[in-house]
């Protein structure tokens, strides 16, 4: 809570909110996804992912369009303008991810980035995997 708390104040200069930035840097790392894959990535719930995307489509951040092969999904990338406000906010939280290692050695916060990396890796296989059997149940 108190990363978040302190992401909110350090982005809000920059009219982002910390799970805002969540959602930039998940459409960043990737092509568009269709908003159940981002709901699926996300720390949120489904429809506040939606409130969120909509928020950030009407400041010209994100865009939404009919999915290629499924008239049916949205599909979800970031604009120009997103992609700009996504490398200003990364660089405005480089304070506060110096500050989390500050008392960690070089070497023990490679082996910290290193681990996160992997859980985070696990979370998100199991997460996707459970999506997948989630929508198979709905056809």
Do not use: W
């Amino acid at each position: 809570m108190a990363l978040h708390r302190c992401s909110n104040t350090c982005f809000a200069q920059l009219g982002v909110t910390a799970d805002q930035f969540v959602l930039l840097a998940t459409l960043e790392r990737g092509h568009a996804l269709t908003q159940r894959d981002l709901a699926a990535r996300m720390p949120s719930d489904p429809s506040t992912v939606r409130a969120m995307l909509v928020l950030l489509e009407k400041r010209g951040l994100v865009s939404r369009q009919t999915h290629p092969t499924d008239g049916r999904a949205r599909a979800v990338a970031l604009t120009e303008a997103g992609r700009l406000k996504y490398r200003q906010v990364f660089a405005a939280g480089q304070a506060i991810r110096d500050q989390m290692v500050s008392s960690l050695s070089d070497a023990e916060t490679r082996c910290l980035l290193k681990l996160l990396g992997r859980v985070s890796e696990s979370l998100l296989a199991t997460t996707m995997s459970v999506t997948a059997e989630s929508t198979a149940k709905r056809k």
